[in-house]
């Protein structure tokens, strides 16, 4: 199959409405990450998404539909506070999980009783959804694993071949997956952390809580046991205060003939003047939007990335160090 990248415009959303009714997978802009949409009703187009994607078969997807959508089609929404989050946080990086109607899919929720739905701001999937006008199911459009995409190229250079429309809208400027709050509790739980962080959610509904995901538990969002996020090259992390040892390690790598680069913060800069470096940027927000760019750049021209992490995990922090101890831990 050849795979088509074509700039995000009326003619292209056309096609692209046209190839998903007809059961095809395409690539979608989103403002976290890029997606790969299926519709969300059709369980043979679904079916595809896990093939393409090598995606294990206990992991649910989102559904994403456009901002005027009724909900109520889809789900039940049995908490007030869902609506006002709802309210305050969407269109945006925010997924919530109700009860399902049983009108997308099994095969989307992996036969569970839950539907994650969002509905993204960026202007062109809301383009796409509203003339597609039906839950579009996406996961991040990478091979299971990898890094997820959040450029059009990145989508092409994991699905080259095994899909025919790639949408492309730009790089995403959030660069994190959305936070997966479960909503179906008397207070909201976040299953994944993300741009909407546990203060944002309590600032709102008056308290949130963060799902541990302990071993031996049920794992409420599947997603997050897995292995994830990896760059094709080798990775090491360390504390800002191991500065001395990441060096070592640097120094190490060069001699044994390695393509060594330092990612880390700008602040972090000056430590390493005279390093090849990746820089992230200088807060949580612009650290989220190059953070899986920097990794699929890196992964190109290094043999070893040298994570430098930011001491801090506290509000959009602790998504970031979700994904960096996962890709580079
Ligand atoms: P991805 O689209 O690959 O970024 O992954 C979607 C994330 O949402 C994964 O962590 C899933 O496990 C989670 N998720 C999707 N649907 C549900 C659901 N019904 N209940 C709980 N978590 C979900
Ligand atoms: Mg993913």
Redesign the pocket.
Known sequence: MKTQILPLTDESVKLADKLLKDGNLVGIPTET?Y?LGAIGTDSEAVKKIFIAKGRPSD????AHVHKDFDLNKIVNVTREYALKLKDAYTPGPL?M?FESKGVVCSEA?CG?E???VRIPSHEGCQKLLRKVDAPIV???ANISKHT?PVTAKHVFDDLDGKIPLILDGGKCTGGI?ST?V?VTGEVPRI??AGLITKEMIEAVCGSCEIAKHAEGDRV?????KYSHYRPKCQTMLFEPNEIDRAKEAYRQAEADGKRVFIMCADQMQEAFSGYNLLLLGSDGNQIASNLYDKLLEGEKKADLIIALSFGREDGVYLGIMNRLKKSCG
């Open positions: 990450v997606g992991n649910p997807l989102i997924t999980v929720v569970g839950t539907l994650a996406a996961p991040s997820s997956e997966v479960d299953l994944r409420k969002s599947p997603g997050v």
